[in-house]
């Protein structure tokens, strides 16, 4: 029986050696490849073209709890959020009729929420009362006028005398009608003074005469008796 030698019938045979399999080419080609990675980053950083970035290491986040400042002043409230390691931003200025000037009136986040130091508490910061307008009072009577200013959260200031104008009337204000005031400023007023006939008394017996002045709302300012007539 004829010999027939195996190893021949596969091309380039050597004896000894067996051929690399495929997993073998795959490892060898990945080496490559990471070694050539290697050569061309550290190539990079040669010619400072690649910045390496520092490892950043972050502490423990630390934690606290907004307080209630709604009511508060602002000067107040900012340190109080400063001492809790927040910081305060003041979003708008608003009127209110109830909070005081300069205070806090909402903030964001809420009383008692925990949140983050350094955190940001947005705040609205009171304004104070809408101003006020004086009204037009100058031909009204002095009650009307008196109620046309409590209406408008204004006061009643000092009233003087005009001669001028009708008896019982505002003849003008102090500050002017229009102008814009502080809730519950005072408003100054002219009235005019109402004209009072002087009676007649020519005539009459001087205590009569004296009797007739006074209830009339006037004095008597001098007088002097003649055998003729009381001449006042």
Do not use: W
């Not at 021949?8 to 000894?16: F, I, L, S, T, W």
């Amino acid at each position: 029986m004829p010999f027939v030698n195996l190893y021949a019938m596969e091309d380039d045979y050597v004896p000894g050696q067996r051929r690399m399999g495929a997993g073998a080419i795959i490892v060898i080609s990945v080496l490559l490849s990471t070694a050539a990675s290697v050569f061309a980053v550290r190539g990079l950083l040669e010619a400072g073209l690649l910045v390496p970035h520092a490892a950043v290491t972050q502490g423990p986040v630390t934690e606290t709890r907004v307080p209630d400042v709604v009511g508060m002043a602002a000067d107040a409230a900012d340190e109080l959020l400063s001492a809790r390691k927040l910081r305060m931003v003041v979003q708008e200025r608003r009127a209110d009729e109830r909070i005081a000037k300069d205070a806090i009136l909402s903030q964001a986040p809420l009383a008692q929420s925990r949140v983050n130091a350094g955190s940001e508490v947005s705040v609205v910061v009171s304004s104070g009362a809408s101003r006020k307008k004086v009204p037009m009072l100058a031909g009204q009577k002095l009650e009307e006028a008196k109620l046309a200013l409590e209406q408008a959260g204004l006061l009643l200031g000092p009233i003087s005398e005009a001669d001028h104008g009708e008896p019982g009337t505002v003849t003008a204000t102090v500050p002017i009608a229009g102008t814009d005031v502080e809730p519950g400023s005072p408003v100054a007023m002219t009235v005019a003074t109402p004209k009072i006939e002087v009676p007649r008394v020519v005539g009459i017996h001087i205590s009569k005469a004296r009797e007739i002045i006074e209830r009339a709302k006037l004095k008597v300012a001098r007088f002097y008796a003649t055998s003729a007539s009381c001449i006042f």
